[in-house]
């Protein structure tokens, strides 16, 4: 599980050619120029190549011609998650690539512990013990979704740590819906739904230090490239997965980008104090506040009408007896009318 890390900064020897390369658009460029424009030895420029080669870049080299890039890979490279990354914070400060990880929170609590800075983004491939809330299993493929957490330090209470889902969902509600075109609805607290059917999940969890939080880490699995039949028996209806919905493949770098753009945006926000703004619009994206749910948490069953989502995003559910239950947490049940 070793870790490719990549900060901001000057652009290196490999970066630097494959940037040349690229803006040859696919044209071959002499080795000669190469070495001039990027002042390196011919030996040097074979050495990038082949790592370059490694990362999954397909390069065609002709002893007369030179170098012409083909085709860049579908991998979450940091190089490529960079490229045209519009975003302040998050994903401008170090990123920790693995081709598979037990799974990427459990990596970015580490890091974090160890002083990782807010913004850092952690990514992965594969995640072999992928995991959603309560203890689930979060199904993980290499190569068909993505798997990514993000840490961040913001000056919370414990008690709104909860906020960060919130707001998160709603990043990635926008996000996709902008990027896909398609319907999505986000049912609290932490999935993301099209058709009805689950497309991404959040996972929010916190460290503390003396009872104030220290630090959040925020993951999203998100279904990219996942057949329907690829998917365990037990997902295939609850499920879907971007390539069920549009009926093609679709890049996963673009809709990186734009889940790191809207989460920057959206956190900057939160961080100015506008989490009215942000609730307001999660409101607009899911239809929970009036229905008629059960919740099902610790062994017990809640049934009634959803009153509100508090300012701290905890769910007001009113009893048929009248009585008002504040829900942290739980599994919904939309029930009939």
Excluded at 63 to 80: N, Q
Excluded at 112 to 141: D, H, K
């Amino acid at each position: 599980m070793r870790a490719t890390m990549v900060f901001q900064r000057a652009m290196n020897t490999k970066e630097r050619l494959l940037q040349y390369l690229k803006e040859e658009q696919g044209q071959f460029v002499s080795g000669e120029k190469v070495s001039t424009r990027l002042a390196i030895s011919r030996s040097a420029i074979w050495k990038q190549i082949s790592r370059l080669k490694e990362e999954g870049y397909e390069i065609e080299s002709s002893p007369r011609k030179g170098y012409a890039l083909r085709r860049i890979p579908d991998c979450l490279l940091a190089g490529e998650i960079r490229e045209g990354l519009n975003s302040r914070l998050i994903g401008q400060g170090p990123i920790f690539h693995f081709q598979e990880t037990d799974n990427t929170n459990n990596q970015a609590k580490t890091l974090a512990y160890e002083g990782a800075p807010e913004g850092a983004l952690v990514i992965a491939e594969g995640q072999s013990q992928g995991r959603g809330r309560r203890g689930r299993t979060w199904f993980s493929p290499s190569g068909q979704g993505i798997y990514a957490t993000v840490i961040l330090r913001p000056s919370l209470s414990l008690s709104e740590a909860p906020k960060l889902t919130l707001m998160t969902a709603v990043a990635t509600a926008e996000a996709l819906e902008s990027r896909t075109g398609l319907p999505i609805r986000i049912k609290w607290p932490n999935d993301i739904l099209v058709n009805g059917r689950k497309l991404a999940g959040i996972l929010t969890e916190i460290g503390t230090e003396m009872d104030l939080l220290d630090f959040a880490v925020i993951g999203l699995g998100l279904n990219v490239n996942i057949p329907k039949e690829s998917f365990p028996p037990d997902l295939r209806t609850p499920a879907t997965s971007l390539l069920i919905e549009k009926g093609e493949p679709y890049p996963r770098i673009p809709l990186l980008q734009a889940w790191l753009e809207a989460l920057d945006q959206t956190y900057t926000l939160f961080c100015r104090g506008n989490f009215d703004h942000i609730l307001s619009r999660w409101k607009i994206l899911t239809d929970i506040v009036g229905s008629r749910i059960a919740v099902d948490l610790s062994g017990r069953r809640y049934t009634g009408v959803v009153q509100e989502v508090d300012e701290n995003g905890v769910l007001i559910l009113k009893e048929p007896d009248g009585t008002l239950q504040r829900i942290f947490s739980g599994d919904v049940t939309l029930l009939m009318a």
